[in-house]
């Protein structure tokens, strides 16, 4: 395996792009070779990596050579990368993009990629669209709420189990990391500690245009409804999603079985997932019910895992991996 291959982060002052940078100081095969934040250029990021802390100099996008990193990872607010993502490209560089400007149901996937991207730039849900990622030259990472929920749908739908024309309720909880690191008002510490409530209700979360789009990829005829609410913590998505059946499923806990067997990064647990579970790692951990007192089959399943890693960072990690032909578990905390 190389030694050291360089890779590049734009937008390192952000949640997801300060997780990036730590994760690639403990990589066994990836080396920094920028970080950029335009507001805090000339400053100075400190990471921690296994022992060790990684002082890390920020400067400016426009500062910087992208042909210098074999990879970049574009960490920029959305509406913004995909201008940075044919930078990249133009500069002979591979990308993975943490925004949405790429993903299925917004520009990227063949929905009409902004020039200079290619049009075909797979979606980055690593567990369904594995050979398509490998040796990418872009590839479009999903977002935190669409990685907790696709996932944890994904073998109901290969084995047809989600009923036609279905409502599919989800409810999701993330800690407050997930808005970014933008101050609002509405995330102070005042203002959310203690507290519990929903937002972007009445399926107006954007991460919807990407679930819509892959399960309609995946040919299921389905409705999702999907309600966010912020918790007062850091960090983690625990996301409850109620499915109508074809059928009535004996073993709730099979499809799962089935799809994941070898799977390195989802866990399947008898137990109720929680965040504390998964915090810091690149993991989901899933269980799957059959409810009580319910007339139509019907199926409960919980998903678990880290925003900031396996809902970011980490499986933009793990895409590039699989893009740079390094072992897809490599660098990545399990």
């Not at 509405?186 to 929903?198: G, H, K, P, S, W």
Request: charged fraction near 15%; proline fraction near 7%.
């Amino acid at each position: 395996m190389p030694h050291s291959i360089p890779v590049g982060v734009l937008g390192a002052s952000g949640y997801s792009g300060r997780e990036l940078c730590a994760l690639i100081a403990g990589h066994p095969n990836l080396s920094l070779a920028f970080a950029t934040a335009n507001a805090q250029r000339g400053t100075t990021l400190r990471v921690r990596a296994g022992n060790a802390v990684h002082a890390i100099p920020l400067v400016g996008a426009d500062e910087v050579d992208l042909s210098s990193a074999e990879l970049v990872f574009a960490a920029l607010p959305h509406g913004a990368s995909a201008e940075w993502v044919a930078k990249v490209i133009a500069a002979g560089a591979r990308v993975v993009d943490l925004s949405s400007d790429l993903r299925p149901g917004f520009g990227g996937s063949g929905h009409g990629a902004p020039a200079g991207v290619p049009a075909d730039a797979p979606y980055g849900l690593t567990e369904l669209y594995r050979e398509q990622i490998k040796g990418a030259r872009v590839v479009a990472n999903p977002g935190c709420y669409a990685t907790s929920i696709l996932l944890a749908l994904l073998p109901l739908a290969k084995a047809g189990l989600i009923a036609p024309g279905a409502t599919v309720s989800i409810a999701s909880a993330s800690g407050v990391s997930g808005a970014g690191a933008s101050p609002k008002l509405e995330l102070l510490f005042a203002e959310v500690t203690e507290n519990y409530r929903a937002y972007s209700v009445g399926n107006s979360h954007r991460h919807l245009h990407e679930m819509r789009a892959t399960m309609t990829e995946l040919g299921v005829d389905c409705d999702l409804l999907f309600t966010p609410h912020l918790l007062p913590i850091d960090r983690g998505i625990l996301s409850t999603i109620t499915v109508p059946l074809t059928r009535p499923v004996g073993d709730a806990m099979a499809p799962f079985r089935d799809a994941y067997a070898n799977e390195p990064f989802i866990e399947l647990t008898n137990d109720l997932p929680a965040l504390t579970e998964v915090a810091h790692r690149n993991v989901l951990r899933l269980n799957a019910r059959t409810p009580q007192g319910v007339r139509a089959p019907t199926m409960l399943v919980f998903s678990a895992l880290d925003n900031l890693v396996k809902g970011a960072a980490g499986q933009a990690l793990q895409n590039a991996n699989l893009m740079l032909g390094l072992d897809e578990t490599a660098g990545l905390p399990r």
